[in-house]
């Protein structure tokens, strides 16, 4: 393996006894050259092999992963760009069980598969069509890539089986105003870990709700 002799010491001690290998040696000045070039080599291929990676590669390499799956970026980012491939990926490997469409959405979100939930919609269905509603929603991973709901909606839908629809979808936010205590004259904080307005670095504060519609 090259990660393995990259150093002139490693290198230099695989001679047989016969070679002079200390320090000063020529033998040791040598493989001080070859050494540097080889550790240039294992950067590079230390990055080829990262770039193949959906999660690592960015701009162009990532581009060209998304071509492979007919995905397009559009006027997408690196981070929004990033799961629309991996959903076109995850769908390849779906066997159309409600398990591995939960699996595959949070493999595609980076979140784990508790914060993901999609539910039967036997009233919407009709009879006719299956369909299926999302029970729970990952906003933080949603948030934390700027994907819009109906991005997500988009998602689910191409990882869902041919023939399983998606009906409309409302996720109820947590913002809300303070609220009087008329006992006490007091008003709750306008600003909790959960709800209210955030704080100037945006790391608590309510989330706002929203709906996925069909395009």
Known sequence: MMNDIYTAKQMVSMLPDAYVK?????????????????????????????????????????????????????????????????????????DGTFNSVLELLALTLNTDVKNVSLAEDYERAGGST???????TPTDALNAVGMTVNEYGQIVQNILPIGIGLTLT????????????????????????????????????????????KE
């Open 22 to 94: 200390n320090i000063y040696s020529n033998n040791y000045k040598l493989f001080e050259v070859f050494a540097s070039e080889f550790q240039k080599l294992y950067q590079t291929q230390l990055k080829v092999r990262q770039f193949r990676s959906v999660d690592e590669a960015n701009g162009k390499t990532l581009d060209l992963i998304g071509a492979n799956y007919n995905v397009s970026r559009g006027t997408m980012n690196d981070e929004l760009y990033r799961p629309m491939v991996k959903a076109a990926i995850a769908r390849m490997w779906c």
């Open 130 to 136: 299956a369909m299926v509603t999302i029970a729970s």
């Open 170 to 213: 409302a996720f109820e936010g947590t913002f809300s105003y303070a609220t009087k205590n008329y006992a006490s004259g007091t008003y709750t904080p306008e600003l909790s870990e959960t709800e209210g307005f955030a704080n100037d670095n945006q790391t608590i504060g309510g989330t706002l709700s929203g709906v996925i519609t």
